[in-house]
């Protein structure tokens, strides 16, 4: 039986089968997975799905899978937290977390949309693969190349965090720092995908990339027991992620595993890189580029390439957009760490932060049911605490002087 899904152009629904492209040749839009749901449906149900393994793989059906493909890394399936502490800053008893912070094997949700290109890298016979990135890509395409003994070279703006750099040469992947900002990355290995037989992730395989996001959407789903939320606060890069939550809930509707529901995707973005969220706050659809400048270096595309679907999702959604500053997203890490446990990196401070303004302004009200997407670690992204704590000096390894030094704090705290 030849694989339920093909590639589709976004406007003029032109079919293209599966290959290592991502624009309609007829007109230069967007290519996405169409998948035959008939076919799909009655393959498998609710219960069969409890009895998999707690991984990503568990939907496999929904995923553009080839027929023959590794599915064995258990990437995916992060805990669903219910926020009690986080919520009672919002006045909210129903707010939940998604935590990708923890997402196996690299820390951010960037791990799922590499696990699903990567099987079709295999099946399209590419060596190398590539991708253009903002850190957390690089991370995922190297760890997970090197799990399954393929090349990773991988191209990121020179400006990137340390630990974001060591945490892809570690795993013996290339990399190729380009002096300049993602946009000016990305279209240089548009231009090197043309000419090089090199599987990029998330140039010519972005399709099937896109569609690793959606398993955001089914765990989401099934962790509250097969319901669907009233809200999702999602951080935008490229604008993918948010619009592929909003596909994989209409896909459970569609096949009748969740019961039918309006869910609002509200968008969050940096105040320093925010084309999308400018463009729905404008009531419009098309996206200005803008130049990034903010600590939120994951999220800083400028010319996002899913803009246009993502601001319309949120609209069409009833949803909206916001934005946090810098000094916002700093205070928002140190929120969440401080009522959650949580230590997510500056695009869960983006997200947090946002979520903060949305409940402030009354789109989002206290009594529905909130998930807020947190997709990074913050181990990543340290030193956008840098200065913030201070350091104290040691104390002699004797109990007389931390009796002292207890004193001593003691007189300053009651100050
Ligand atoms: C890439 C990324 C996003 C956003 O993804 P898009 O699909 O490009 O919008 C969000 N959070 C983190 C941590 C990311 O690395
Ligand atoms: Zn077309």
């Given at each position: 039986?030849?694989?339920?899904?093909?590639?589709?152009?976004?406007?003029?629904?032109?079919?293209?089968?599966?290959?290592?492209?991502?624009?309609?040749?007829?007109?230069?839009?967007?290519?996405?997975?169409?998948?035959?749901?008939?076919?799909?449906?009655?393959?498998?149900?609710?219960?069969?799905?409890?009895?998999?393994?707690?991984?990503?793989?568990?939907?496999?059906?929904?995923?553009?899978?080839?027929?023959?493909?590794?599915?064995?890394?258990?990437?995916?399936?992060?805990?669903?937290?219910?926020?009690?502490?986080?919520?009672?800053?919002?006045?909210?008893?129903?707010?939940?977390?998604?935590?990708?912070?923890?997402?196996?094997?690299?820390?951010?949700?960037?791990?799922?949309?590499?696990?699903?290109?990567?099987?079709?890298?295999?099946?399209?016979?590419?060596?190398?693969?590539s991708c253009s990135s903002t850190g957390n890509l690089a991370n995922a395409v190297a760890a997970q190349a090197a799990r399954l003994g393929l090349k990773a070279c991988v191209f990121i703006p020179a400006d990137l965090e340390p630990a974001k750099i060591v945490n892809t040469q570690v795993y013996g992947a290339k990399i190729i720092r380009i002096a300049g900002n993602y946009d000016q990355v990305n279209r240089l290995c548009s231009q090197?995908?043309?000419?090089?037989?090199?599987?990029?992730?998330?140039?010519?395989?972005?399709?099937?990339?896109?569609?690793?996001?959606?398993?955001?959407?089914?765990?989401?789903?099934?962790?509250?027991?097969?319901?669907?939320?009233?809200?999702?606060?999602?951080?935008?890069?490229?604008?993918?992620?948010?619009?592929?939550?909003?596909?994989?809930?209409?896909?459970?509707?569609?096949?009748?595993?969740?019961?039918?529901?309006?869910?609002?995707?509200?968008?969050?973005?940096?105040?320093?890189?925010?084309?999308?969220?400018?463009?729905?706050?404008?009531?419009?659809?098309?996206?200005?580029?803008?130049?990034?400048?903010?600590?939120?270096?994951?999220?800083?595309?400028?010319?996002?390439?899913?803009?246009?679907?993502?601001?319309?999702?949120?609209?069409?959604?009833?949803?909206?957009?916001?934005?946090?500053?810098?000094?916002?997203?700093?205070?928002?890490?140190?929120?969440?760490?401080?009522?959650?446990?949580?230590?997510?990196?500056?695009?869960?401070?983006?997200?947090?932060?946002?979520?903060?303004?949305?409940?402030?302004?009354?789109?989002?009200?206290?009594?529905?049911?909130?998930?807020?997407?947190?997709?990074?670690?913050?181990?990543?992204?340290?030193?956008?605490?840098?200065?913030?704590?201070?350091?104290?000096?040691?104390?002699?390894?004797?109990?007389?002087?931390?009796?002292?030094?207890?004193?001593?704090?003691?007189?300053?705290?009651?100050?």
């Amino acid at each position: 039986m030849p694989v339920p899904y093909q590639l589709q152009c976004r406007e003029c629904r032109a079919l293209w089968g599966n290959q290592p492209v991502s624009f309609c040749q007829n007109c230069f839009a967007p290519l996405e997975v169409t998948y035959d749901l008939a076919q799909i449906r009655g393959q498998f149900n609710k219960d069969e799905i409890a009895r998999r393994g707690t991984t990503l793989w568990r939907y496999k059906e929904l995923l553009p899978l080839p027929e023959v493909c590794d599915a064995s890394l258990p990437v995916g399936f992060t805990p669903l937290v219910k926020a009690a502490g986080l919520g009672d800053y919002f006045r909210s008893k129903s707010l939940y977390l998604k935590n990708d912070a923890v997402c196996f094997p690299s820390l951010s949700f960037k791990d799922r949309v590499v696990a699903v290109a990567l099987t079709q890298a295999r099946n399209f016979g590419f060596e190398i693969v590539s991708c253009s990135s903002t850190g957390n890509l690089a991370n995922a395409v190297a760890a997970q190349a090197a799990r399954l003994g393929l090349k990773a070279c991988v191209f990121i703006p020179a400006d990137l965090e340390p630990a974001k750099i060591v945490n892809t040469q570690v795993y013996g992947a290339k990399i190729i720092r380009i002096a300049g900002n993602y946009d000016q990355v990305n279209r240089l290995c548009s231009q090197i995908a043309d000419k090089h037989r090199w599987g990029f992730v998330n140039v010519n395989l972005r399709p099937y990339y896109a569609e690793g996001s959606k398993t955001v959407g089914y765990e989401i789903a099934e962790q509250l027991g097969w319901r669907l939320p009233d809200n999702v606060v999602v951080p935008m890069a490229g604008g993918s992620l948010i619009t592929k939550i909003y596909k994989a809930f209409n896909e459970l509707m569609e096949l009748g595993l969740v019961e039918r529901k309006n869910v609002k995707l509200f968008g969050a973005q940096a105040t320093g890189c925010s084309p999308i969220s400018a463009a729905v706050k404008a009531g419009r659809t098309e996206i200005d580029p803008q130049k990034p400048n903010t600590i939120a270096r994951s999220l800083a595309i400028g010319n996002p390439a899913d803009g246009y679907y993502a601001a319309s999702t949120i609209t069409g959604s009833g949803g909206w957009a916001e934005d946090s500053s810098d000094p916002e997203i700093v205070d928002a890490i140190m929120l969440l760490a401080e009522t959650e446990g949580i230590f997510t990196e500056t695009a869960g401070g983006v997200t947090v932060g946002a979520a903060r303004k949305l409940y402030g302004q009354g789109r989002i009200r206290p009594e529905e049911t909130t998930v807020l997407c947190i997709t990074g670690n913050g181990l990543k992204t340290t030193d956008a605490l840098a200065g913030r704590f201070e350091e104290s000096e040691p104390i002699a390894p004797k109990l007389a002087f931390f009796e002292e030094y207890l004193e001593r704090e003691l007189v300053k705290e009651a100050k």
